[in-house]
């Protein structure tokens, strides 16, 4: 068992369920410095300062490895360090990559060279998706390119040779929902019930999923499980959803209970991402865990994420659902919480 001393700029969503799953799981013994989750462009510019100043503070005795995640900009938290601790290991979680981040707005490809220095900087930089990986490689090389007079050569095979993927730890859910459904619909109703777990955020796709609702609820008798995190600014395209489709919706908006949120999911049928990105996708997958069918984009992160029978599926086609649910769940195992950390754990021992 190792000592980790492990940093979180951004403790909220995605990457608060990380933390905490991983530590529930690890083998090892881990201590987190956290920052609040909100102005995410000034947790890159200065958190690596503020936890190391929360180290010194704390009087944290020197760990064997140092972990972070990729909203902490690495090369600033090592030089920000004593002297002395500067040769402990450094591995990095990468949840995502700012050079494939989508956006209405030109980004200042600061934030994606701060990824790279950050991949560059740490002895280990493990990817959640091969996705993650290949996108931002290809998105850094790109952005090389467009340098008149830069030296760096070779950074695609640099970061490559620095990197590796490790899926998220993803919980399974309780024993008695862990159910391979055994027809179309569940054996539930006529009604197929689709569920959409993301967040109520334009990059989550809502448009699409109004665009969707409207070519299919009455068609395909589609019922709908609406879930996720909202915050101040709701899309209109959801709003919309809500008042045009109110006699077809089962359940709308976040549910704080992690049993109730498997409640849902486990009576669903399917589960529908509209995503314009997704770098892993928990939600997605814990709705695979809990017996639901995808009906997911071929693009990003998902055809990793499901065997070849299960893709390109929609509730429009006719599906031997028992067979595809337990395929999917044979191919998600390095997704189950228990494997998941065993690699990271693993992975982190490789670099002490």
């Known amino acids: 068992m190792a000592t980790i001393l492990a940093f979180e700029s951004f403790d909220g969503g995605s990457h608060k369920q990380f933390k905490?799953?991983?530590?529930?799981?690890?083998?090892?013994?881990?201590?987190?410095?956290?920052?609040?989750?909100?102005?995410?462009?000034?947790?890159?510019?200065?958190?690596?300062?503020?936890?190391?100043?929360?180290?010194?503070?704390?009087?944290?005795?020197?760990?064997?490895?140092?972990f972070c995640t990729s909203l902490t900009d690495v090369a600033a938290l090592r030089a920000a360090l004593p002297k002395k601790w500067r040769a402990i290991p450094i591995v990095l979680y990468m949840h995502e990559n700012q050079v494939a981040y989508p956006t209405h707005d030109a980004r200042d490809a600061s934030f994606a060279f701060t990824n790279l220095q950050s991949v560059l900087s740490a002895d280990l930089a493990i990817f959640n998706s091969k996705w993650n990986l290949d996108s931002f490689v290809q998105g850094i090389e790109s952005l090389l390119e467009k340098s008149w007079d830069t030296t760096l050569k070779n950074i695609g095979q640099r970061i490559r040779e620095n990197a590796t993927v490790a899926w998220v730890p993803v919980e399974l859910p309780p024993e008695d929902?862990?159910?391979?459904?055994?027809?179309?619909?569940?054996?539930?109703?006529?009604?197929?019930?689709?569920?959409?777990?993301?967040?109520?955020?334009?990059?989550?796709?809502?448009?699409?999923?109004?665009?969707?609702?409207?070519?299919?609820?009455?068609?395909?008798?589609?019922?709908?499980i609406i879930l996720g995190e909202q915050f101040n600014e709701i899309p209109e395209s959801l709003r919309i959803f809500q008042d045009e489709f109110q006699d077809h919706i089962?359940?709308?908006g976040y549910v704080t209970s992690k049993g109730e949120y498997w409640n849902w999911l486990a009576k669903a049928d399917w589960v529908l991402s509209t995503a314009d990105h997704e770098f892993f996708g928990i939600a997605v997958v814990e709705a695979l865990f809990a017996g639901c069918l995808p009906w997911l984009p071929e693009k990003l992160s998902y055809p990793e994420l499901l065997p070849a029978c299960a893709r390109g599926?929609?509730?429009?086609?006719?599906?031997?659902?028992?067979?595809?649910?337990?395929?999917?769940?044979?191919?998600?195992?390095?997704?189950?919480?228990?494997?998941?950390?065993?690699?990271?754990?693993?992975?982190?021992?490789s670099v002490i």
């Open 20 to 66: 905490e799953t991983v530590t529930k799981y690890s083998v090892h013994d881990w201590t987190w410095i956290t920052r609040p989750p909100k102005s995410w462009k000034w947790r890159m510019a200065i958190s690596a300062q503020e936890m190391v100043d929360a180290v010194l503070e704390q009087g944290i005795a020197p760990p064997d490895a140092m």
């Open 177 to 224: 929902l862990r159910v391979l459904h055994n027809s179309d619909n569940g054996g539930r109703s006529d009604a197929v019930r689709i569920v959409w777990p993301h967040r109520w955020e334009h990059d989550k796709g809502p448009k699409h999923l109004l665009e969707l609702a409207r070519e299919h609820t009455t068609k395909q008798n589609l019922r709908w």
């Open 250 to 252: 089962d359940h709308m």
């Open 313 to 349: 599926l929609t509730p429009m086609g006719t599906h031997e659902r028992t067979s595809i649910t337990s395929e999917i769940h044979k191919h998600l195992y390095m997704a189950q919480a228990i494997p998941a950390t065993k690699r990271i754990d693993s992975l982190i021992l």
